[in-house]
């Protein structure tokens, strides 16, 4: 099972998610993408990591897609989120574009039989973007477009609530 869950900044996708994967038995992975360039990402790194403690995840950092082969076969994963593996894929020197996060996702989803996957929608913002801006946000937009179509499950997630575009509620 494959599900994808896009929302905007706090609208509960990731509550939403872990939620869903800890109702799954067998091994829970997540799956952290961020990579802690300042405080103020390493204090968002700290609440995710305060906020899953005791649910039974191991955590498996991937700020790049070549790192998501680490994620053990059979896991029930999250990952969480990608937004930033597509910017890393970007614009680490290390990355390979962002065809290399669509295709490491999609490996990911044929060895886990339960992958969970957060992204946001950042696209309704209302600014004229331009340059690397403009760029990450037509990538980003044609990765969830194309785990959409592939996904057994997509939800937008509005307030804590997902409104279910493919699929439904297990």
């Known amino acids: 099972m ?9 609208s509960g996708k990731s509550d939403l998610a872990e939620g869903m994967v800890c ?30 403690a005791g649910k039974g995840f191991s955590t498996v950092e991937s700020p790049l897609a070549a790192q998501l082969a680490g994620v053990p ?3 029930n994963a999250l990952l969480e989120c990608l937004s930033n593996l597509a910017a890393n894929e970007m614009y680490d020197p290390a990355g390979q574009g962002p065809e290399a996060a669509l295709a490491g ?4 989803a044929a060895r886990c039989p339960h992958l969970t996957v957060v992204t946001n929608e950042v696209f309704s913002g209302g600014a004229d ?3 690397d801006t403009l760029s990450y946000l037509r990538a980003l937009a044609g ?5 959409a179509a592939r ?19 297990a």
Not at 3 to 9: E, F, N, Q
Not at 143 to 147: E, F, G, H, K, S
Not at 155 to 160: K, P
């Open 73 to 75: 076969a059979g896991a």
């Open 151 to 169: 996904a057994d499950r997509v939800a937008e997630v509005v307030c804590g609530l997902p409104n279910w575009l493919k699929g439904g509620p």
């Open 2 to 10: 494959f599900t994808l869950l896009i929302g905007g900044s706090a």
């Open 143 to 147: 990765i969830n477009r194309a785990l």
């Open 23 to 52: 109702r799954l038995p067998g091994p829970r992975v997540y799956i952290a993408t961020m990579q802690a360039f300042d405080d103020e990402c390493r204090a968002r790194i700290a609440r995710h990591r305060a906020r899953r």
């Open 129 to 131: 973007y331009e340059g």
């Open 105 to 108: 996702v999609l490996a990911l």
